[in-house]
């Protein structure tokens, strides 16, 4: 796959969150809890995703270019959108941004790809269901709750589509007027979710607890990319010292690298277990709302 030390342990944590989900859902099978067959089209779709963002469901335009913001905040990668293209190059000739603010504004940018991508799979998912549902002939109990798992999914493609376009407005807004010095949040991810918060069904208690839950997530995530950056550092160095014969110097380089190897791994899980979580009850609480 030729993928940078940071991809491959950001592949291990999906991959572990996925694993886990599935012997979940195994359970629930085996108990009979899963009759219409929603969970197991949602692990299904979480694995595709998982392979098309890193190139392993066999087309070979779908994977990223292996490169990492940490080594060149400009990575070469491109957003595949004329819209997203077109607002980064007006952020980065603006002068606007320090390399610093760069480097985040490219992960946001990064981010909103990635969503884009998830809405994409999860529309011919839907589309394909319909289809199906479609060609059927004589109307039964079973296919009264395949409408219900449709109408699920069209709530789902529903707040995904909000989420872009909450998204993309964020984007265009920071493109052409900077970081706002006074914003609650940095990390992408952490102000999707707050956006999504304010617009569900949380009382102002509820809404101040999560309020401060995301605070301690964003630290988390914080917590995680340093990791990366220390095991992008320690990989480059790695392959450097390989060059020299130094057997103990290498030896000590591989150490650190196996020690930053699993701690990345092991806040890439948490980190996304976490968000799994958080938007797990945002969801239910938007839900509530079109009750």
Do not use: C
């Amino acid at each position: 796959l030729q993928l940078s030390a940071v991809k491959l342990a950001e592949l291990h944590s999906d991959l572990k969150i996925q694993e886990k989900d599935e012997l979940s859902w195994k359970k629930l099978k085996a108990e009979g809890l899963d009759e219409d067959g929603e969970k197991e089209a949602k692990l299904r779709r979480n694995l595709n995703v998982i392979m098309t963002k890193y190139g392993m469901n066999g087309k070979k335009d779908s994977q990223l270019v292996d490169t990492n913001y940490i080594k060149d905040g400009t990575e070469s990668d491109t957003l595949d959108d004329p819209r997203l293209e077109k607002l980064w190059s007006k952020a980065k000739t603006s002068g606007k941004f320090s390399d610093e603010e760069l480097d985040k504004l490219w992960r946001e940018f990064k981010h909103h790809k990635e969503k884009i991508r998830e809405y994409n799979i999860l529309l011919e998912t839907v589309s394909r269901t319909e289809d199906i549902h479609k060609n059927v002939i004589n109307p039964s109990e079973e296919n009264l709750v395949k409408e219900e798992i449709l109408h699920n999914k069209h709530r789902e493609l529903k707040e995904k589509l909000r989420s872009i376009n909450q998204g993309f407005e964020r984007l265009r807004k920071v493109s052409h007027q900077g970081y706002d010095t006074t914003s609650e949040f940095e990390e992408p991810r952490v102000i999707d979710l707050w956006d999504m918060a304010k617009s569900a069904n949380f009382t102002e208690k509820e809404l101040e607890s999560f309020r401060e839950e995301l605070k301690h997530f964003e630290a988390k995530i914080e917590k995680h990319h340093h990791y990366q950056k220390q095991l992008e550092i320690s990989h480059q160095k790695l392959k450097h010292v390989e060059g020299t014969g130094d057997k103990d110097h290498l030896n000590r380089n591989k150490e650190k690298y196996a020690m930053l190897e699993e701690k990345t791994k092991e806040l890439g899980y948490k980190v996304k277990k976490h968000l799994q979580d958080l938007s797990s009850r945002i969801s239910q609480g938007l839900q509530h709302n079109e009750l």
